[in-house]
């Protein structure tokens, strides 16, 4: 074990309804048996996820679902979402889940209002329908919480400088919207922005089904991409480390435990990380996910741990 612990910043993303309801509370169990705090990212409108349906005619995407077994791992009510009938109402709903999670201590902020909506047609919003996504979700929050969340998270990583830029209209402290290796602050045609906190890690369904990875050696690879001399930030989602794998993410924690490593939230690394470089953002592709996605412009195409992902 090290002299020193090494700090891992954990982010959970809710997307759908299912997760909140089935999948924050099962790992509200599992932080409190392993004493760690966390940064949740609260999907709070319409749960339309199903609609993502219909890229199975695209390889790419198809290639992943059959990959990743996703009809088990995400269950096919999650699947169906808002495709054979409406999208339920996650915050409307669901407000309990988001305010026990915050009375447990753990950082709560917006993921998305409608994540569908937001992940598939980003590119075709105008700046008025950004501003809009986001003001609902965020006054949805706001609702549930009593106080305005300070902290966003965009879904899938969905990320553009129109983005960066209404968000600045925001309270957030920071955002986590990109992958990347370091905290920066993105460079905006009005000056330095809001601090980000980037994604330095591979999700489950990155790396699982890829260069021989499966459940029986995913904790030790994922843990042998964590160093001590690296920002060191996983995202884990409520619908698969909250249900279907919450048995090899307690393990991985307890893993992670043997060796020196403390999840923390994101905001206690941003806390201690003093001034902030400047760095744009580009769109760029990851391993094992179907579409661009939002980097650290700073970045090659792909930091060091998720080189290590490819196969």
């Known amino acids: 074990m090290p002299a020193s612990p090494i700090r891992l910043g954990l982010r959970v993303d809710i997307d759908t309804f299912r997760g909140t309801r089935f999948g924050v509370p099962c790992l509200l169990e599992i932080f409190k048996r392993h004493n760690v705090s966390a940064s949740f990212f609260f999907s709070v409108g319409p749960d339309n996820m199903g609609r993502h349906l219909w890229r199975l005619i695209r390889p790419a995407f198809l290639l992943k679902m059959l990959r990743s077994g996703a009809a088990s791992l995400y269950g096919w009510d999650i699947l169906l979402r ?13 407000a309990p889940v988001i305010r026990d999670t915050a009375a447990a201590g753990h950082e709560v902020g917006l993921h998305a209002w409608d994540h569908h909506r937001w ?3 980003l590119d075709r919003m105008s700046e008025a329908e950004i501003r809009s996504e986001l003001r609902r979700g965020y006054e949805c929050l706001t609702t549930i919480l009593g106080h305005p969340p300070d902290c966003s998270a965009a879904a899938g990583w969905r990320c553009d400088a129109r983005v960066l830029a209404v968000k600045e209209g925001f309270s957030f402290l920071y955002n986590s919207d990109c992958r990347g290796s370091s905290l920066f ?38 843990l042998d991409l964590i160093r001590p001399d690296r920002l060191n930030v996983l995202t884990v989602h409520a619908e698969v480390e909250g249900i279907v794998c ?16 403390r999840p923390v939230p994101l905001g206690e690394i941003l806390g201690t990380a003093g001034d902030l470089p400047t760095a744009g953002i580009r769109q760029g592709p990851i391993a094992g996910r179907q ?21």
């Open 82 to 94: 808002g495709t054979l009938w409406p999208g339920a109402p996650i915050g409307r709903r669901l």
């Open 119 to 121: 992940q598939s047609r």
């Open 185 to 222: 602050r993105p460079a905006l045609a009005t000056g330095a922005g809001t601090p980000q906190v980037p994604v330095t890690l591979p999700t489950y369904d990155e790396l699982i089904g890829r260069g021989g990875i499966d459940d029986g050696n995913y904790n030790r690879r994922l």
């Open 246 to 261: 919450a048995t090899l993410f307690d393990r991985f924690l307890r893993e992670a435990g043997e060796r020196g490593i």
């Open 291 to 311: 579409g661009a996605v939002c980097w650290q412009r700073s970045d090659g195409r792909a930091s060091a741990s998720m080189e290590t992902d490819r196969g």
